[in-house]
């Protein structure tokens, strides 16, 4: 059981970067996923999430309209590309999977594997 996130850097606002995920099969066919974001001395938050299908995806408000998630399941891989990037967007990057059934898209709890994380890193 594997997630590698990667894609991470740094950039001056109103730049871009385009995160990847990458996952087993085992861990990737049929299931959501996902990605957090955690600043220092910050909780864990929600950033975006996508169905198996691609067809259902969610945002976090303070994405919306910068951020697209998009996944490749023939290369078991999940994008996030993420443009106009702001400083407050400064975060570690992480992926997850979840496999088990849920109400809710956006709790990190409900996520059942995570990868090791990405640093991006906005500059003003």
């Known amino acids: 059981v594997q997630l590698q996130a990667s894609g991470g850097g740094s950039v001056q606002a109103g730049g871009y970067l385009r995160l990847s995920c990458a996952a087993t099969a085992q861990i990737f066919n049929g299931y959501l996923v996902g990605w957090f974001r955690q600043a220092p001395g910050k909780e864990r938050e929600f950033v975006a999430t996508?169905?198996?299908?691609?067809?259902?995806?969610s945002y976090a408000d303070s994405v919306k309209g910068r951020f697209t998630i998009s996944r490749d399941n023939a290369k078991n891989i999940v994008y996030l590309l993420m443009n106009n990037l702001k400083p407050e967007d400064t975060a570690v990057y992480y992926c997850?999977?979840?496999?088990?059934?849920?109400?809710?898209?956006?709790?990190?709890?409900?996520?059942?594997?995570w990868g090791q994380g990405t640093l991006v890193t906005v500059s003003s």
């Open positions: 996508v169905s198996w299908s691609g067809s259902m995806t």
């Open positions: 997850a999977v979840r496999v088990r059934p849920s109400l809710s898209l956006q709790a990190p709890g409900t996520y059942d594997y």
